[in-house]
């Protein structure tokens, strides 16, 4: 599969390893900071190594996490984020079995409630460096086919100035960066 091309995350199975907070605490350390043992991860998170283990293994299970064996000795496992598609989309309702809506809606939760955590602590990282800390707010009329449009260019915009960890410039740093866009006339 070319990196480029959009993935869609249709296994209820992945979806639900994905729905846990622990595990999304995990990947979301991974991948802004690197590979960690199960050890340092239950440090950070306070979690017990046989939790930060657990989770690790089940996210391995299913293809987000590898172990890095030139750095793994003996009880201690080095883990990194596995290499995947780095446009990664969602099926919608239609394209799950009825019996696994539920997931797909647990996952949306879970990432609101991370979204909420996020614009939360953005006054402060504003008031910190707002050359780092931006938002955009706005209000557009868009038929259904110029919607689509827009969001497939926000996402090759993504694509585009995003760096994989191993090739980011020096001076580049992490971002999480959040697209809202919902009908404004139904409130």
Same mark, same amino acid.
């Given at each position: 599969?070319?990196?480029?091309?959009?993935?869609?995350?249709?296994?209820?199975? %992945?979806?639900?390893?994905?729905?846990?907070?622990? =595990?999304?605490?995990?990947?979301?350390?991974?991948?802004?900071?690197?590979?960690?043992?199960?050890?340092?991860?239950?440090?950070?998170? &306070?979690?017990?190594?046989?939790?930060?283990?657990?989770?690790? =293994?089940?996210?391995?299970?299913?293809?987000?996490?590898?172990?890095?064996?030139? %750095?793994?000795?003996?009880?201690? %496992?080095?883990?990194?984020?596995?290499?995947?598609?780095?446009?990664? =989309?969602?099926?919608?309702?239609?394209?799950?079995?009825?019996?696994?809506?539920?997931?797909?809606?647990?996952?949306?939760?879970? &990432?609101?409630?991370?979204?909420?955590?996020?614009?939360?602590? *953005?006054?402060?990282?504003?008031?910190?460096?707002?050359?780092?800390?931006?938002?955009? =707010?706005?209000?557009?009329?868009?038929?259904?086919?110029? *919607?689509?449009?827009? *969001?497939?260019?926000?996402i090759a915009l993504l694509m585009k100035y995003n760096h994989r960890a191993?090739?980011?410039?020096?001076?580049? %740093?992490?971002?999480?960066?959040?697209?809202?866009?919902?009908?404004?006339?139904?409130?």
């Open positions: 599969m070319k990196d480029e091309e959009p993935f869609l995350l249709d296994d209820p199975a %992945r979806l639900k390893a994905l729905t846990h907070p622990m =595990r999304r605490l995990m990947l979301r350390h991974l991948k802004v900071h690197g590979p960690a043992t199960s050890t340092t991860l239950g440090e950070v998170l &306070g979690a017990k190594t046989g939790t930060t283990s657990y989770h690790l =293994r089940l996210l391995e299970k299913y293809g987000f996490v590898e172990e890095i064996p030139e %750095r793994s000795t003996g009880r201690e %496992r080095w883990w990194r984020r596995a290499e995947g598609p780095r446009d990664m =989309r969602l099926p919608t309702p239609g394209q799950l079995a009825p019996e696994d809506r539920a997931v797909l809606a647990a996952f949306h939760r879970a &990432g609101m409630d991370e979204d909420r955590e996020l614009f939360e602590r *953005f006054p402060a990282a504003y008031q910190r460096d707002p050359d780092w800390a931006k938002a955009s =707010r706005g209000m557009s009329r868009m038929t259904k086919e110029e *919607f689509e449009e827009f *969001f497939e260019a926000y191993e090739d980011a410039p020096p001076d580049a %740093r992490p971002l999480y960066i959040r697209l809202f866009a919902l009908p404004a006339d139904e409130e």
